[in-house]
């Protein structure tokens, strides 16, 4: 049997299992957020484990079930089987004992009580002293599994648009809890966000779309707390924040292609707040249904000679047509070979410039430039966070 430390100076249990007496259990460990909150994974053998008291709620997931287990964080004692994707809630500020009777695995979320506070419990004590019945036993819920599974995989501080994308999907996570106990009126009623609410977070987001957004500035602007705000968002608009933040950075890209067609797509990823090229890429692909490449080539291809050079193999063919004998083959060989030059020029050019693009005709090389869908981190994320508690 291990003995708890209770010490003080750990953070959470992320942080009791990276530097107490399960270091050698933890296989990963990661800050995901803005808040921050902490995540952390770890397999461990049979036996009793014991964990001290902890300022945050402690999410747990199964990852490897056991027969047998026992828990008891002072909500009473249970026994039965864990299975995998069983969820196991852990109060704040509660010691814990858990005997487990195999080999066994888990992905901890260790969430702040600040997460769930509202405008009537801005410290959110209250609303996680209601969540009552969830530490009594395991449970599942798709919902928290997916968010869970996802935040961990895709929920990296790599860029703005991974920290909103946790932010978003920690609050769900954190409604979705509440909406379990059958706690839905946290928050006041209301019919959604003013108008002028909506101009002054329209005028905001947009000013701030070269650089990181999060929901906690959104909430700030229409002076509200996060969780208060998300909902009021969806209800008033139809979309979450983080839907509604990538489409304006989606029409910022669209604007900088079209004002400036010479600038490469990672400078307008950059300049419109995306994490990067393949980020940017991955969200036009979803929104749009093509990637940002072919959207520049529709702007380049008008300015560029190759739609003259097609007009002049066009032409070459009338007057294949209309004349007849040695005067129209001259006139032909001499149309099309300038046609090539011109296309072949065009073609050069689009490259130099990297605009080329497979719409571009004329060379078989633009396929090589198609940009690679990547980012399926952020079209699987859109959808998860889109999804109502």
């Given at each position: 049997m291990t003995q708890a430390q209770n010490d003080d100076t750990y953070l959470d249990h992320a942080d009791y299992y990276a530097r107490g007496p399960y270091a050698r259990y933890l296989t990963d460990r990661k800050v995901i957020g803005r808040q921050p909150v902490a995540m952390f994974s770890a397999n461990q053998p049979a036996?009793?484990?014991?964990?001290?008291?902890?300022?945050?709620?402690?999410?747990?997931?199964?990852?490897?079930?056991?027969?047998?287990?026992?828990?008891?964080?002072?909500?009473?004692?249970?026994?039965?089987?864990?299975?995998?994707?069983?969820?196991?809630?852990?109060?704040?500020?509660?010691?814990?004992?858990?005997?487990?009777?195999?080999?066994?695995?888990?992905?901890?979320?260790?969430?702040?009580?600040?997460?769930?506070?509202?405008?009537?419990?801005?410290?959110?004590?209250?609303?996680?002293?209601?969540?009552?019945?969830?530490?009594?036993?395991?449970?599942?819920?798709?919902?928290?599994?997916?968010?869970?599974?996802?935040?961990?995989?895709?929920?990296?501080?790599?860029?703005?648009?991974?920290?909103?994308?946790?932010?978003?999907?920690?609050?769900?996570?954190?409604?979705?809890?509440?909406?379990?106990?059958?706690?839905?009126?946290?928050?006041?009623?209301?019919?959604?966000?003013?108008?002028?609410?909506?101009?002054?977070?329209?005028?905001?987001?947009?000013?701030?779309?070269?650089?990181?957004?999060?929901?906690?500035?959104?909430?700030?602007?229409?002076?509200?707390?996060?969780?208060?705000?998300?909902?009021?968002?969806?209800?008033?608009?139809?979309?979450?924040?983080?839907?509604?933040?990538?489409?304006?950075?989606?029409?910022?890209?669209e604007e900088l292609m079209t004002e400036i067609p010479g600038l490469g797509l990672a400078e307008i990823a950059l300049a419109s707040g995306f994490s990067s090229q393949s980020h940017m890429t991955a969200v036009f692909r979803q929104v749009r249904g093509k990637t940002p490449g072919g959207r520049v080539s529709d702007a380049v291809f008008a300015m560029s000679p190759i739609p003259q050079a097609i007009d002049l193999i066009f032409l070459a063919r009338i007057i294949g047509e209309l004349l007849s004998g040695k005067e129209a083959i001259d006139a032909v060989f001499a149309v099309r070979a300038v046609s090539l030059v011109a296309v072949a020029w065009g073609v050069r050019e689009c490259t130099e410039k990297g605009t080329i693009s497979r719409e571009c005709p004329g060379s078989k090389t633009c396929r090589s430039a198609r940009l690679k869908p990547e980012g399926a981190s952020h079209q699987r994320v859109i959808g998860l966070i889109g999804e109502a508690p």
């Open positions: 036996g009793q484990f014991p964990d001290p008291p902890m300022p945050t709620v402690l999410l747990y997931l199964a990852r490897q079930g056991v027969k047998e287990a026992k828990f008891d964080w002072g909500a009473g004692r249970w026994t039965g089987r864990w299975r995998r994707d069983d969820l196991t809630l852990v109060p704040p500020d509660a010691a814990s004992d858990v005997s487990l009777s195999d080999r066994h695995g888990f992905l901890g979320v260790c969430l702040p009580v600040a997460m769930f506070s509202d405008d009537m419990d801005p410290a959110g004590k209250a609303a996680v002293e209601r969540l009552g019945k969830l530490y009594a036993a395991p449970f599942q819920d798709r919902l928290l599994t997916d968010l869970c599974d996802t935040l961990w995989h895709e929920g990296g501080d790599d860029g703005s648009g991974c920290n909103l994308f946790a932010d978003s999907a920690l609050q769900l996570l954190a409604d979705r809890l509440r909406h379990l106990v059958g706690n839905k009126n946290l928050a006041p009623r209301t019919h959604g966000l003013s108008p002028a609410n909506l101009h002054h977070l329209d005028e905001f987001v947009r000013a701030k779309l070269h650089g990181a957004i999060t929901v906690a500035d959104m909430a700030s602007v229409a002076n509200r707390s996060p969780s208060h705000f998300s909902a009021l968002f969806k209800r008033t608009t139809g979309r979450t924040p983080y839907r509604y933040v990538l489409a304006l950075r989606v029409e910022r890209a």
